[in-house]
C-alpha cells in the first residue's frame, strides 16, 4: 500500500489541506463551502487549530492520521522558533510523523512555479513577495505585518476604506452599498478591529464587500491606490530582472487581479499567473520530486 502523504498550506485565517494516497487519488479540504481553521505562531491558538483540523479530518479523512509525512507550508513561519511552534502543533495532531514546515511563501513558489524562476506575491489578508531562483526563495523586503505594512493587503484596503467612510471621504453612494443608509457604526467597528483576537482578518473581511462595487470609480481608486503602493515596495527591493515576470495567490490577488495586473503593468511587471489556492500546484511539485 502507498504510504499518505498529506500537504497543508495553512493561513492564519484558515487552512487548505491534500490527503495524498497515491498516483490516483487525492482528496482537497475543505469541501466547498467549509472552512477549516488556520494558525498562525505569531499570535494564533494552537488549540483551536489542532481541535477544529483532527475533528474535520475524522470525520472526512481518518486514513489521513496514518500519514508518516506531513509536509506544511504556513504563514507567519519566517523564523526557526515560529516553524518549531508550527511543528509543535502538528506533532499534536501526527504525533507519529515526520513532520516539515517552510514559509507560505515558498509554497506559493513552489505551487505556481514548479521549479521556474519569477517574482511570488502572496495578497490576501496580508502581503508577502520573494524571488524564487527554480530552487531557492529569496526575501529582501521585510513582511512588517498588518499594522506597520502589509501594503496591498486584504487588511490595508479595509483599513482605507473605514477611514474613508469614517473621515468622509468615501462618497454617499458606496458608502450606502457598504454599510446602509446610516453609515458605519463607529462603536461596532472599533469593537470589531481593536477586541478582536484576529483584527487583520476583520480588516480584511470589509475588503470581500467591494468586489461588487468595481464599477465604482471610488473603488477602483482606493484599490489601486493601495496595489501601487505595493508595487513600489517591489520596486524598491527586487531588481528589474528579478520582477520582471510575478505569480500571485491570495483572495485578494484573485478577487482583484485585472487591477493588480494593471498596476503591476505600470511599473514594468507582467502578471503572469494568478491562483486562488497554491495547494493543487504544490501537491504536482511533490508528486515530480518524489519520481526523480
Known amino acids: 500500500m502507498t504510504p499518505v502523504q498529506v500537504i497543508g498550506e495553512v493561513g492564519g485565517s484558515s487552512s487548505r489541506w491534500a490527503v495524498v494516497h497515491g498516483p490516483d487519488l487525492v482528496e ?11 494558525f498562525n505562531p505569531l499570535n494564533g491558538d494552537a488549540t483551536l487549530f489542532a481541535e477544529g483540523l483532527t475533528t474535520y479530518l475524522m470525520e472526512r479523512s481518518p486514513g489521513a492520521f496514518r500519514a508518516p509525512e ?7 513561519c519566517g523564523s526557526a522558533d515560529r516553524k518549531a511552534r508550527m511543528a509543535s502543533a502538528l506533532a499534536g495532531i501526527w504525533p507519529s510523523a515526520r513532520v516539515e514546515v ?3 511563501l515558498l509554497g506559493a513558489a513552489r505551487g505556481l512555479l514548479g521549479t521556474e524562476q519569477g517574482l511570488v506575491l502572496i495578497l490576501g489578508t496580508g502581503m508577502n513577495a520573494g524571488h524564487f531562483d527554480g530552487r531557492q526563495l529569496f526575501r529582501p523586503m521585510p513582511s512588517l505585518g498588518w499594522v506597520l505594512g502589509d501594503e496591498g493587503s486584504g487588511a490595508d484596503i479595509g483599513r482605507t476604506m473605514l477611514q474613508d467612510a469614517f473621515y468622509r471621504r468615501m462618497p454617499q453612494a458606496v458608502s450606502e452599498a457598504l454599510f446602509g443608509a446610516d453609515g458605519p457604526d463607529l462603536d461596532h467597528v472599533l469593537q470589531e478591529v481593536h477586541r478582536s483576537p484576529f483584527p ?3 480588516l480584511a473581511s470589509r475588503t470581500a464587500l467591494l468586489a461588487p462595487l468595481l464599477h465604482e470609480t471610488y473603488v477602483i481608486d482606493l484599490v489601486r491606490s493601495r496595489f501601487h503602493a505595493m508595487a513600489e515596495l517591489l520596486v524598491t527591493f527586487f531588481t528589474p530582472e528579478q520582477r520582471a515576470s510575478v505569480v500571485a495567490t491570495g483572495s ?3 478577487g482583484f487581479r ?7 503593468l505600470d511599473r514594468g511587471m507582467t502578471l503572469t499567473a494568478v491562483e486562488r489556492d497554491p495547494l493543487p500546484g504544490l501537491v504536482r511539485f511533490h508528486r515530480t520530486s518524489s519520481d526523480r
Open 258 to 264: 485585472e487591477l493588480l495586473a494593471d498596476c503591476l
Open 102 to 104: 517552510e514559509t507560505d
Open 28 to 38: 482537497l479540504f475543505p469541501a466547498k463551502g467549509d472552512t477549516l481553521p488556520g
Open 200 to 202: 487583520a482578518r476583520a
Open 252 to 254: 485578494v490577488a484573485w
Open 70 to 76: 506531513v509536509l506544511v507550508y504556513g504563514a507567519g
